[in-house]
Nanobody, 125 residues
Framework: EGQLVESGGGLVQTGGSLRLSCTVSGITFDDHAIGWFRQAPGKEREGVSEISPIDGSTYYSDSVKGRFTISSDNAKNTTYLQMNSLEPEDTAVYYC??????????????????WGQGTQVTVSS
């Protein structure tokens, strides 16, 4: 059974940076799309980014494009989300997700079979 474990969340000031990590076990890392979703209080869950297992293509929501970078270290079965120029609007619980192959709609949470427990990111103004 696949297991995803996030780390790296915390409290940061506006304009600061954080790097989230997602370590994957129990599934073949190279065959799975790995992504990040987030959910802020009172808001719907939002797809943030995803990296394709086919060719390493990366995808971002408009709200984070140019500020966040997703990457993977296949040797470590770990995907990272580097978050720069953080804003209070980025405050949310961030979830790592995975699914076999490349989903047609990477931003659709229904496409993912595996979810981490979430890590809190808080950006103070």
């Amino acid at each position: 059974e696949g297991q995803l474990v996030e780390s790296g969340g915390g409290l940061v000031q506006t304009g600061g940076s954080l790097r989230l990590s997602c370590t994957v076990s129990g599934i073949t890392f190279d065959d799975h799309a790995i992504g990040w979703f987030r959910q802020a209080p009172g808001k719907e869950r939002e797809g943030v980014s995803e990296i394709s297992p086919i060719d390493g293509s990366t995808y971002y929501s408009d709200s984070v494009k140019g500020r966040f970078t997703i990457s993977s270290d296949n040797a470590k079965n770990t995907t990272y989300l580097q978050m720069n120029s953080l804003e209070p609007e980025d405050t949310a619980v961030y979830y790592c997700v995975a699914t076999l192959g490349q989903p047609s709609r990477w931003y659709d949470e229904r496409a993912y079979d595996y979810w981490g427990q979430g890590t809190q990111v808080t950006v103070s103004s």
